[in-house]
């Protein structure tokens, strides 16, 4: 939990934007203004206030109050997150988690790695991302066990779910159909967007999850990312 709060408090900190970093791990902890503004008996416009850097970037008193607020509000509804984070901070083989400072805009997303849609297009002007898990699909889909399988949402479920080694993007598609919670968006790996199997871009389509194709090497998607989040 220790390790949770430094992580919030320094991100916060040395974020270049405070106010939007605070609001995304607000958003991320599922709490509205007004509830956090409650717990923390100050007004909802000071919150507001915050987030639209309208005021001073936070002290540490601040930020420290912020902090506990959002890890007491989520033991308050039993810990979930703060179990998941622990969980995904866990060392391991099969994917590479990265989480943005703030919320980044599905179409800048997809422009930055390069990436075609395959299906459901519309919903990207809509979509906002927390990060992206960078995962290989052979290792996950064969090794990785079934209840072990949410640790690559790392701390939220919206986010990009990026599968590398797919050869027709099928059985990604199929392991998402098959778990009960879902990623915002799926990228496909080295494959172009008219080499997606067509029962992938069918269950994308039921499932309402974009998916996107790109062939942009990973050390680069890696730095677009950094440079976006």
């Known amino acids: 939990m220790e390790q949770l709060k430094v992580k919030i408090a320094g991100e916060i900190s040395?974020?270049?934007d405070p106010g939007a970093t605070m609001r995304k791990w607000r958003e991320v902890f599922g709490v509205t203004q007004t509830h956090l503004s409650e717990f923390l008996q100050i007004s909802p416009s000071t919150i507001s206030d915050?987030?639209?850097n309208r005021r001073k970037s936070p002290g540490i008193q601040v930020i420290k109050r912020f902090v506990d607020a959002l890890i007491k509000l989520d033991a308050e509804k039993g810990g979930e997150l703060t179990k998941r984070f622990a969980e995904a901070e866990s060392p391991t083989d099969?994917?590479?988690a990265i989480n943005f400072s703030k919320s980044v805009d599905a179409s800048d997303f997809s422009k930055a790695i390069d990436a075609k849609p395959v299906c459901c297009p519309e919903k990207l002007a809509d979509l906002h991302?927390?990060?992206?898990?960078?995962?290989?699909?052979v290792k996950v889909i064969l090794d990785l066990p079934y209840d072990s399988f949410?640790?690559?949402y790392s701390t939220t479920t919206q986010r990009a779910l990026i599968f590398t080694n797919v050869s027709t993007g099928r059985s990604p598609l199929v392991a998402i159909r098959m778990t009960p919670i879902k990623p915002t968006l799926v990228v496909l790996h080295?494959?172009?967007a008219s080499e997606v199997d067509k029962l992938a871009i069918k269950i994308g389509e039921n499932e309402r999850i974009p998916v996107l194709a790109t062939t942009?090497?990973?050390d680069e998607?890696?730095?677009e990312l950094k440079k976006i989040g």
């Not at 927390?130 to 699909?137: E, K, L, P, V, Y």
């Open 221 to 223: 998607i890696k730095k």
């Open 150 to 152: 949410m640790k690559i």
């Open 50 to 52: 915050y987030e639209s």
């Open 216 to 218: 942009k090497s990973l």
């Open 94 to 96: 099969y994917y590479d």
């Open 129 to 137: 991302l927390f990060g992206a898990t960078i995962i290989d699909s």
């Open 14 to 16: 040395l974020s270049s």
């Open 190 to 192: 080295g494959l172009k």
